[in-house]
């Protein structure tokens, strides 16, 4: 795939309407489970005076688990777009609720791993978090198991690894200056809490969908590179 940004957001403008219903069916009562879980826990765990208290590392844990678990229908929607599928909305609403559950098992382990890198060390968790978040969008392209697409996640995170993460970087670089600027934005108006969460959800809803549409399209270009150069090492090797 040529220009995966800007075939990201060519789709992303032209399926506008269609992604805002896997947003509001999906996304976004995703996001309000994070926040007020989050919440809840933040109010009823002690801190002990310690620099990252318990509930810090749950948040972070579920931020880490709803991000990867929220990824799968716009991958979905993506692929089947991609290929030309009647009726993808429908489809993926009916994948996803038929694969969901396999999909949250992968993304709660995966999250306790990433949330451990991050812990231990920023690096290892920015690694795990690398592959992790393209081993969905290999499942779905291959409509296989996402634990059989860690092998191939892996494979092209070692030669594509400064990219993934510079886009993961940038990506939440991006994110944390936006919320700042609408933060400071919103309290220029109102002090409201409920209008600054309000306000941070909205982001989110731009700010994921389009880091996931640019994730998958970036994902189907280095796989289709390492396979046509397993191709040639192959055709290289017969030939020797």
């Known amino acids: 795939m040529e220009r995966p940004i800007r075939s990201a957001l060519t789709f992303f403008g032209q399926k506008y ?8 069916f999906i996304q976004l009562p995703i996001i309000l489970l994070q926040f007020f879980a989050s919440n809840y826990i933040l109010a009823a ?5 310690a620099l990252f208290s318990i509930a810090d590392v749950y948040n972070a844990y579920m931020v880490f688990v709803l991000f990867l678990f929220a990824l799968v229908p716009f991958a979905y929607f993506w692929h089947f777009e991609a290929i ?17 559950f396999h999909f949250f098992l992968f993304a709660a382990a995966a999250g306790a791993l990433i949330t451990i890198g991050f812990g231990l060390f920023v690096l290892p968790g920015i ?46 670089f991006a994110e944390m200056i936006g919320a700042y600027v609408l933060q400071l934005m919103v ?6 809490f409920l209008a600054i969460v309000v306000c941070h959800v909205f982001l989110n809803t731009i700010f994921l969908p389009l880091f996931y549409l640019i994730l998958a399209s970036f994902t189907a270009k280095w796989k289709e590179e390492l396979s046509l150069l397993t191709i040639e090492n192959d055709s290289f090797l017969v030939s020797k």
Not at 17 to 24: A, P, S
Not at 136 to 144: C, D, F, L, R, T
Not at 150 to 163: D, G, V
């Open 187 to 192: 309290m220029g108006i109102t002090t409201s």
């Open 84 to 100: 030309g599928k009647e009726k993808p909305l429908r489809l993926t609403f009916f994948q996803f609720a038929l694969k969901g």
């Open 17 to 24: 309407e269609l992604i805002l219903l896997l947003v509001l």
């Open 127 to 172: 690694v795990l978090l690398a592959i992790f978040s393209m081993a969905p969008i290999i499942a779905v392209m291959e409509n296989q198991s996402v634990w059989s697409s860690l092998k191939e996640s892996t494979r092209i995170f070692k030669a594509q690894h400064w990219k993934i993460v510079l886009l993961i970087a940038v990506f939440g």
């Open 45 to 49: 765990t002690p801190t002990f005076g």
